[in-house]
């Protein structure tokens, strides 16, 4: 027979584990209610979603958009910078809470991530030197491509794209390239382009927004015509396992949608309001 005491002792035990558990639930809030500060995780030189200012400080529409979101939950939000695979790989261990860096919300990803709300979609477009304006899609034909690698324009040139959010518009392969040319960053392949049509590159793939933002900075280059190659939905992102600050972040962003805030911010940094696919 067990003592009673050990009983005792068992069914105590079992209660706080339950409680500890309840409790874990809504940790995140619970810690960011406690300290008035929540933590997110972003990209420090991708324009015009997060970039660093004059002032060394970052700005941009993801910037705007977490310091919304942490105003909304009553704290002060501080930013890192890790590199973006460590984001995406998931398990933070409490390094920070929140990504919100334009992320697509793949099936893969969401095994370690959770994805409360998309906020946005981008328009991926083909870009080409300034002196190969007038160029057409059917023209990139076996030219050489430059993308950022390990992400969605990487996976639609080389034709293995899958995007499996929903409401996501559907796309076709309408170049093939003869080269693809990967980068670390957004800005690499700009950056090439710029030195001339054909030196190192023939055109780019990427968001709309890059683009928009690199030619209002002076990069000799010109969007290719056509239709956008896709569309993109970006969420943002937290760590598995805290339905409570999954369910509030999602009414956050809703709240976002319904008042004009999102649509705002969007016309802010893009000149265009990109919450809705046109």
Do not use: C
């Not at 559907?170 to 392949?189: H, R």
């Not at 509030?248 to 008042?259: E, G, P, Q, R, S």
Request: net charge negative.
């Amino acid at each position: 027979m067990i003592p009673f005491t050990r009983l005792f002792a068992t069914a105590v035990a079992t209660a706080l584990t339950l409680a500890t558990g309840a409790a874990w639930a809504g940790a995140t809030l619970d810690r960011i209610h406690e300290t008035k500060v929540i933590k997110v995780a972003t990209a420090a030189n991708w324009p015009p979603q997060s970039f660093l200012g004059p002032d060394n400080k970052l700005q941009g529409f993801d910037i705007d958009v977490a310091n919304e979101i942490g105003k909304r939950l009553g704290s002060k939000t501080e930013f890192v910078t890790p590199e973006y695979g460590i984001i995406t790989a998931g398990r933070w261990s409490k390094r920070w809470d929140l990504s919100v860096g334009s992320m697509t919300p793949t099936t893969e990803r969401a095994r370690v991530l959770d994805f409360p709300a998309i906020y946005y979609y981008t328009p991926y477009v083909f870009a080409v030197h300034k002196d190969a304006a007038g160029t057409k899609p059917e023209d990139l034909n076996g030219k050489t491509i430059g993308v950022e690698a390990g992400t969605t324009s990487e996976d639609y040139i080389n034709r293995r794209l899958k995007i499996d959010a929903a409401d996501v518009p559907a796309f076709t392969y309408d170049v093939t390239p003869g080269q693809v040319q990967t980068y670390g960053d957004s800005m690499g392949p700009l950056d090439d382009l710029r030195m001339g049509n054909g030196v190192r590159l023939n055109a780019t793939l990427s968001a709309l927004p890059t683009i928009v933002a690199a030619v209002k900075n002076g990069y000799p280059i010109v969007r290719v015509e056509g239709k956008p190659a896709y569309y993109e939905p970006l969420a943002i992102a937290v760590d598995k396992g805290d339905e409570a600050f999954d369910s509030a972040l999602t009414k956050i962003v809703a709240d976002m949608k319904a008042d004009g805030t999102l649509k705002q911010l969007s016309e802010k940094w893009y000149g265009a309001d990109l919450t809705q696919v046109q």
